[in-house]
């Protein structure tokens, strides 16, 4: 098969795949950029901005994260835990007061509230790390010192025969620097 001839020459993923990345000195060209790279059906593409701007939010359209279901996961999590830990011990070591039930749900509400915001917030913490893919045990491809200071950037991850086209297009809409990395 293709894979294993592949495997047999050395060739790898990182030796088929090489990309562009392009550098905007103005936000309004960077968007123009984004939006043609979308209509021009390249999918692997990486925006670097030295501060959030709902202008690159817009044209970028970037799908809802999955961070809010870690969240519900973990408070319900969170909430069960709480009940369950109660009522265990309450049952294990029963303290009867006035003919109260053991299993009481109204007292042990605020257990089940404290265990829900502490296992959300920390299943929040967690799915923030795993979708932004932390720690980072390799360098960003594509990535320019410049790109924290005033510029903006363009990564774009395509085959090699695809990537002169991608220049062009940066070119076309006004990017100050195009170049190409491995």
């Known amino acids: 098969s293709e894979k294993s001839t592949r495997r047999r020459e050395g060739i790898t993923h990182e030796a088929l795949m090489s ?3 392009a550098n905007f ?3 309004d060209s960077l968007c123009e950029a984004i939006e043609a790279l979308k209509s021009g059906k390249f999918h692997s593409v990486t925006v670097y901005s030295p501060a959030p701007r709902h202008e690159i939010i817009a044209a970028v359209n ?16 969170g909430a069960t835990f709480g ?14 007061t006035g003919g109260k039930a053991f299993g009481s749900w109204i007292p042990y ?3 089940a509230f404290e265990m829900m ?22 360098s960003t491809a594509g990535y320019d010192p410049r790109f924290s200071g005033a510029d903006y950037g363009i990564w ?10 991608v220049e062009a297009l940066m070119r076309k809409h006004g990017a100050s620097e195009v ?3 491995a």
Not at 63 to 71: A, E, I, L
């Open 19 to 21: 990309g562009i990345v």
């Open 25 to 27: 000195r103005e936000l």
């Open 62 to 77: 970037a799908p809802r994260s999955s961070v809010r279901r870690y969240t519900l996961i973990g408070a319900l999590s």
């Open 83 to 96: 009940y369950w830990i109660a009522v265990w011990t309450s049952e294990y070591w029963p303290l009867v």
């Open 109 to 111: 509400t605020i257990i």
């Open 117 to 138: 915001v502490l296992i959300g917030s920390l299943a929040t913490v967690l799915g923030m790390f795993v979708n932004s893919r932390l720690p980072r045990l390799m």
């Open 156 to 165: 774009v991850e395509d085959a090699p025969e695809r990537l002169a086209a």
């Open 179 to 181: 170049r190409g990395d």
